[in-house]
Protein backbone atom coordinates (compact mmCIF):
# COMPACT_ATOMS: atom_id res chain seq x y z
CA UNK A 1 0.00 0.00 0.00
CA UNK A 2 2.87 2.48 1.16
CA UNK A 3 4.76 1.72 -2.47
CA UNK A 4 1.48 2.39 -4.43
CA UNK A 5 1.05 5.98 -2.26
CA UNK A 6 4.98 6.32 -3.06
CA UNK A 7 4.54 5.74 -6.75
CA UNK A 8 1.31 7.59 -7.78
CA UNK A 9 2.94 10.54 -5.32
CA UNK A 10 5.91 10.58 -7.96
CA UNK A 11 3.96 10.09 -11.05
CA UNK A 12 1.85 13.07 -9.67
CA UNK A 13 5.36 15.37 -9.18
CA UNK A 14 6.25 14.23 -12.73
CA UNK A 15 3.46 15.60 -14.23
CA UNK A 16 3.15 18.71 -12.40
CA UNK A 17 6.88 18.94 -13.47
CA UNK A 18 5.84 18.40 -17.21
CA UNK A 19 3.36 21.10 -17.23
CA UNK A 20 5.77 23.82 -15.50
CA UNK A 21 7.90 23.02 -17.87
CA UNK A 22 5.82 23.42 -20.32
CA UNK A 23 4.22 26.74 -19.24
CA UNK A 24 7.91 28.13 -18.66
CA UNK A 25 9.14 27.41 -22.47
CA UNK A 26 5.95 28.31 -24.29
CA UNK A 27 5.88 31.60 -22.14
CA UNK A 28 9.49 32.43 -23.26
CA UNK A 29 8.32 31.56 -27.04
CA UNK A 30 5.01 33.12 -27.01
CA UNK A 31 4.55 35.04 -24.06
CA UNK A 32 2.13 34.26 -21.46
CA UNK A 33 -0.69 36.61 -22.79
CA UNK A 34 -0.29 34.10 -25.99
CA UNK A 35 -0.42 30.57 -24.85
CA UNK A 36 -3.23 28.91 -23.81
CA UNK A 37 -3.97 25.04 -22.09
CA UNK A 38 -4.13 23.26 -25.47
CA UNK A 39 -0.20 24.72 -26.23
CA UNK A 40 0.68 23.61 -22.48
CA UNK A 41 -0.73 19.67 -22.75
CA UNK A 42 0.60 19.58 -26.43
CA UNK A 43 4.04 20.95 -25.22
CA UNK A 44 3.88 18.82 -22.50
CA UNK A 45 2.57 15.62 -24.30
CA UNK A 46 -0.80 14.88 -21.68
CA UNK A 47 -4.25 15.45 -22.16
CA UNK A 48 -6.13 17.90 -21.50
CA UNK A 49 -8.11 15.68 -18.51
CA UNK A 50 -5.05 15.06 -16.88
CA UNK A 51 -3.81 18.90 -17.18
CA UNK A 52 -7.32 19.63 -15.57
CA UNK A 53 -6.76 16.99 -12.96
CA UNK A 54 -4.43 18.72 -11.34
CA UNK A 55 -5.06 23.35 -12.35
CA UNK A 56 -8.42 24.99 -13.14
CA UNK A 57 -6.52 26.96 -16.47
CA UNK A 58 -3.42 28.45 -17.01
CA UNK A 59 -3.39 31.28 -14.13
CA UNK A 60 -4.13 28.48 -11.64
CA UNK A 61 -0.79 26.57 -12.82
CA UNK A 62 1.14 29.69 -12.72
CA UNK A 63 -0.50 30.59 -9.22
CA UNK A 64 0.38 27.07 -8.00
CA UNK A 65 3.80 27.31 -9.52
CA UNK A 66 4.91 30.77 -7.40
CA UNK A 67 3.76 29.04 -4.42
CA UNK A 68 6.02 26.16 -4.52
CA UNK A 69 8.48 28.36 -5.58
CA UNK A 70 7.62 30.16 -2.79
CA UNK A 71 7.69 26.95 -0.32
CA UNK A 72 10.89 25.58 -2.01
CA UNK A 73 13.41 28.49 -1.04
CA UNK A 74 11.98 29.25 2.52
CA UNK A 75 12.36 26.03 3.37
CA UNK A 76 16.04 26.29 4.37
CA UNK A 77 15.93 29.65 6.50
CA UNK A 78 13.35 27.80 8.55
CA UNK A 79 15.35 24.64 8.64
CA UNK A 80 18.37 26.17 9.79
CA UNK A 81 16.45 27.95 12.17
CA UNK A 82 14.99 24.94 14.02
CA UNK A 83 18.59 23.11 14.09
CA UNK A 84 19.95 26.24 16.26
CA UNK A 85 22.31 26.58 13.44
CA UNK A 86 23.10 30.48 13.36
CA UNK A 87 23.70 31.96 10.13
CA UNK A 88 26.85 34.48 9.70
CA UNK A 89 25.51 35.66 5.88
CA UNK A 90 22.58 36.49 3.89
CA UNK A 91 19.63 33.51 4.72
CA UNK A 92 20.50 30.65 2.42
CA UNK A 93 17.00 30.13 1.40
CA UNK A 94 17.23 34.28 -0.42
CA UNK A 95 20.28 33.12 -2.61
CA UNK A 96 18.16 29.34 -3.29
CA UNK A 97 15.23 31.46 -4.89
CA UNK A 98 18.23 34.18 -7.02
CA UNK A 99 19.76 31.07 -8.05
CA UNK A 100 16.34 29.39 -9.27
CA UNK A 101 15.30 32.96 -11.18
CA UNK A 102 19.17 33.19 -12.56
CA UNK A 103 18.15 29.41 -13.83
CA UNK A 104 14.89 30.70 -15.90
CA UNK A 105 16.08 34.14 -16.54
CA UNK A 106 14.25 34.37 -18.97
CA UNK A 107 11.11 33.12 -17.91
CA UNK A 108 11.33 36.16 -15.32
CA UNK A 109 12.76 38.08 -17.77
CA UNK A 110 9.02 38.00 -18.95
CA UNK A 111 6.71 37.76 -16.36
CA UNK A 112 8.43 40.70 -14.48
CA UNK A 113 7.96 42.79 -17.96
CA UNK A 114 4.84 44.46 -18.95
CA UNK A 115 3.95 41.36 -20.78
CA UNK A 116 3.86 39.51 -17.61
CA UNK A 117 1.45 38.63 -15.27
CA UNK A 118 1.19 40.57 -11.83
CA UNK A 119 0.92 37.21 -9.67
CA UNK A 120 4.91 36.29 -10.33
CA UNK A 121 5.39 40.13 -9.17
CA UNK A 122 2.64 39.53 -5.81
CA UNK A 123 4.34 36.22 -4.95
CA UNK A 124 7.78 37.52 -5.08
CA UNK A 125 6.76 40.55 -3.06
CA UNK A 126 4.93 38.52 -0.25
CA UNK A 127 7.61 35.95 -0.29
CA UNK A 128 10.45 39.11 0.41
CA UNK A 129 7.35 40.24 3.14
CA UNK A 130 7.47 37.34 4.83
CA UNK A 131 11.14 36.58 4.84
CA UNK A 132 11.74 40.15 6.00
CA UNK A 133 9.02 40.18 8.58
CA UNK A 134 10.81 36.37 9.81
CA UNK A 135 14.25 38.00 10.04
CA UNK A 136 12.92 40.43 12.69
CA UNK A 137 11.45 37.87 15.19
CA UNK A 138 14.59 36.37 15.21
CA UNK A 139 16.74 36.69 18.61
CA UNK A 140 19.28 39.80 18.82
CA UNK A 141 17.56 41.67 16.04
CA UNK A 142 16.48 44.59 17.04
CA UNK A 143 15.67 47.56 14.42
CA UNK A 144 16.26 50.91 14.72
CA UNK A 145 13.19 53.20 16.64
CA UNK A 146 10.98 54.49 14.18
CA UNK A 147 7.50 56.70 13.85
CA UNK A 148 7.18 54.89 10.03
CA UNK A 149 4.92 52.13 10.64
CA UNK A 150 6.52 48.76 9.94
CA UNK A 151 4.24 47.24 7.27
CA UNK A 152 4.89 50.35 4.97
CA UNK A 153 8.26 49.62 5.70
CA UNK A 154 8.04 45.92 4.65
CA UNK A 155 5.79 46.97 1.93
CA UNK A 156 9.02 49.29 0.56
CA UNK A 157 11.72 47.26 0.56
CA UNK A 158 9.48 44.07 -0.70
CA UNK A 159 9.21 46.52 -3.57
CA UNK A 160 12.15 47.46 -3.77
CA UNK A 161 13.89 44.38 -3.90
CA UNK A 162 11.52 43.38 -6.79
CA UNK A 163 12.73 46.33 -9.21
CA UNK A 164 16.24 45.32 -8.10
CA UNK A 165 15.89 41.45 -9.43
CA UNK A 166 14.19 42.91 -13.02
CA UNK A 167 17.41 45.09 -13.28
CA UNK A 168 19.42 42.06 -12.60
CA UNK A 169 17.33 39.51 -15.04
CA UNK A 170 16.99 42.55 -17.36
CA UNK A 171 20.82 42.94 -17.95
CA UNK A 172 21.52 39.15 -18.03
CA UNK A 173 22.67 38.60 -14.65
CA UNK A 174 25.40 40.75 -14.12
CA UNK A 175 26.37 39.46 -10.57
CA UNK A 176 26.09 36.54 -9.12
CA UNK A 177 23.00 35.49 -6.69
CA UNK A 178 25.44 35.90 -3.76
CA UNK A 179 26.46 38.81 -4.60
CA UNK A 180 23.11 40.37 -5.42
CA UNK A 181 21.75 38.75 -2.06
CA UNK A 182 24.41 40.76 0.21
CA UNK A 183 23.94 43.85 -1.82
CA UNK A 184 19.90 43.33 -0.99
CA UNK A 185 20.39 42.45 2.48
CA UNK A 186 22.69 46.14 2.32
CA UNK A 187 19.64 47.61 1.23
CA UNK A 188 17.26 46.15 3.99
CA UNK A 189 19.88 47.33 7.01
CA UNK A 190 19.51 50.86 5.28
CA UNK A 191 16.04 50.53 5.42
CA UNK A 192 14.97 48.82 8.24
CA UNK A 193 17.85 49.20 10.62
CA UNK A 194 18.68 45.86 10.99
CA UNK A 195 20.98 42.92 9.94
CA UNK A 196 20.29 39.79 7.97
CA UNK A 197 23.21 38.25 10.22
CA UNK A 198 22.34 37.22 13.80
CA UNK A 199 23.29 38.64 16.85
CA UNK A 200 24.96 35.40 18.73
CA UNK A 201 24.31 36.14 22.36
CA UNK A 202 27.02 34.63 25.16
CA UNK A 203 26.21 31.27 26.98
CA UNK A 204 24.09 31.42 29.78
CA UNK A 205 26.18 30.82 33.09
CA UNK A 206 24.33 28.40 35.54
Known amino acids: MQNTIIKEDL ?6 KLIQEALIELTVEKGYTNITVQDIVDRAMINRSTFYRHYLDKDDLLV ?10 SEDDIAMEKSGIVEKEVPSGLVKLLKHIQEYCEFYRVMLSANGHPVVTDRLRRNAEQRYRYALSRPGVTPNASNTPLDMKLTYISCA ?5 SWWVENNIPCSAEELAAWLGELVTASLG ?13
Not at 11 to 16: E, H, N, S, Y
Not at 64 to 73: F, Q, W
Open 194 to 206: FSLRRVDYPAKSN
Open 161 to 165: GIGAI
Open 64 to 73: KYMDDVAALT
Open 11 to 16: RVRRTR
